[in-house]
């Protein structure tokens, strides 16, 4: 009977120091760097799906700028997605991220930054901020970033997943990019990431001399496509037209979205 009795007594004082390690100094602290190694582990999982998504749905498509590819191997993607769907993020396409936008397929955002021929001390105006996602790829390679979001929500919300994440060069506005944003222009560079019915005359006015527009435009055949617009030094315009894409409209302020 005494057996059992120091038995219990001691089977209990273990299971009470047992519930106890986490709090204790040291052993605590293991239980907490247990734990935030598998998020690094995620993050390293991470790392590695970008270091595939670039060489596999990127570079082996033809994207060859050295600048592009970094950025696109540096910036989380996961990290402007909603968390239930980071999983999806680094898959070959496009998809709804909610509130009626979608973030960009890798490749596009890709190509579309390798179409605009950057600069590190460009000044680069975009046009439909969504996630922020393509504003941050775009921010790892210039000077700085001015993105216009036409939703309320999604420009709040991207200035501060941007902020969080520290792109520090990017100013998002909330307002109908069509407008394109005066006081900042000229631009080195304009992108537009969703489709116009025909190119806003603003948003050509407020590039430099020398600088480029990307933007995809809708055709006659209700697809869009990928444009580029040169504007050379005399100030002429030369338009390109390039791939077949879909990108959701460009909405005007009058269509009530705001
Ligand atoms: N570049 C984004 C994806 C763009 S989706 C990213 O990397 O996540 C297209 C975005 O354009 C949507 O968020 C939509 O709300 C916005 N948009 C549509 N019309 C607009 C307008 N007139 N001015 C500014 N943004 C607009």
């Excluded at 999806?88 to 909610?98: H, K, L, N, W």
């Excluded at 996630?131 to 775009?138: E, H, K």
């Amino acid at each position: 009977m005494k057996l059992v009795i120091i038995i219990t007594v001691v089977v209990l004082l273990f299971s009470v120091l047992f519930c106890c390690l986490p709090f204790m100094n040291g052993i605590g602290m293991n239980a907490i760097v247990f734990a935030k190694k598998s998020v690094e582990q995620l993050e390293e999982e991470y790392v590695l799906r970008r270091k595939k998504m670039v060489k596999s749905q990127i570079a082996a498509r033809g994207v060859k700028d050295k600048e592009v590819l970094e950025a696109m191997e540096t910036v989380p993607r996961h990290l402007f997605v909603p968390e239930e769907l980071r999983g999806f993020s680094y898959r070959d396409e496009p998809f709804s991220i909610g509130l009626g936008q979608t973030i960009s397929q890798p490749y596009i955002v890709a190509l579309m930054t390798e179409m605009l021929e950057l600069n590190s001390d460009d000044i680069v105006l975009e046009i439909g901020t969504g996630s922020g996602y393509q504003a941050a790829v775009l921010a790892t390679i210039v000077q700085k970033v001015y993105t216009i979001e036409i939703i309320e929500e999604l420009g709040i919300q991207a200035t501060e997943r941007l902020k969080r994440l520290g792109y520090s060069n990017v100013d998002v506005k909330i307002a109908d990019g069509s407008l394109g944003w005066p006081d900042k222009s000229p631009f080195d560079a304009i992108i537009v990431t969703a489709a116009a019915e025909k190119i806003p005359s603003a948003l050509i006015h407020q590039l430099k001399r020398g600088g480029r527009l990307v933007i995809p435009v809708d055709n006659a055949y209700l697809g869009q496509d990928l444009l580029i617009v040169e504007k050379d030094d005399e100030g002429e315009t030369d338009i390109k037209k390039t791939i077949p894409v879909r990108f959701v409209p460009l909405v005007k302020e009058k269509d009530g979205v705001k």
